[in-house]
């Protein structure tokens, strides 16, 4: 992930995952609860353009672990 958008299928493909509610369960909410990720739409998060993004943490852990832009 950079400071780009990204959908929830992109997503699954940049981390070769296949199984959309696993994929939600395990990675999605655990990012979003950790305010690493954050939704474009935040008021309507079932929505079909829904997109995410990093949050300033996000890019700092990202900065740490070598994975700049």
Do not use: C, V, W
Not at 3 to 23: G, H, I, P, V
């Amino acid at each position: 992930i950079s400071d780009e958008t990204y959908t929830r299928a992109e997503l699954m493909k940049k981390l070769s995952r296949t199984d959309r509610a696993n994929f939600a369960e395990h990675y999605l909410k655990q990012a979003l609860a950790s305010k690493t990720i954050e939704m474009t739409i935040p008021d309507k998060p079932s929505s079909r353009y829904q997109q995410y993004r990093l949050t300033a943490q996000g890019i700092e852990i990202q900065q740490q672990l070598g994975g700049g832009r």
